[in-house]
Nanobody, 112 residues
Framework: QLQFVESGGGLVQPGGSLRLSCEAS????????IGWFRQVPGKEHEFVAT????????YYADSVKGRFTISRDNGNNTVYLQMDNLKPEDTAIYYC?????WGQGTQVTVSS
């Protein structure tokens, strides 16, 4: 059973930065591709970024490209999302995901 625990969310002003963490527990394969998604009330999950567990290859949504950076620490089973130059439209609950496994999410609010 794979489990994710997200942390690092909070309230930040536009232009500010946050670093989210996603700690994974359970059986992790090198072939895994772990992603960050976000969701606002009443809408579907929106893809943000993914990273391959073995090689660290990354892929980003156009809306965050150049502002967000996904990375992983294999030794600590943790995936990070560095978010810079945050905008109000980035406000959402951010989730870690692999297939049917989701974390509980962490709230990010960008507001002045």
């Amino acid at each position: 059973q794979l489990q994710f625990v997200e942390s690092g969310g909070g309230l930040v002003q536009p232009g500010g930065s946050l670093r989210l963490s996603c700690e994974a527990s359970g059986f992790i394969l090198d072939t895994f591709v772990i992603g960050w998604f976000r969701q606002v009330p009443g809408k579907e999950h929106e893809f943000v970024a993914t990273i391959t567990w073995s090689r660290g290859q990354t892929y980003y949504a156009d809306s965050v490209k150049g502002r967000f950076t996904i990375s992983r620490d294999n030794g600590n089973n943790t995936v990070y999302l560095q978010m810079d130059n945050l905008k109000p439209e980035d406000t959402a609950i951010y989730y870690c995901n692999l297939d049917q496994f989701w974390g509980q999410g962490t709230q990010v609010t960008v507001s002045s």
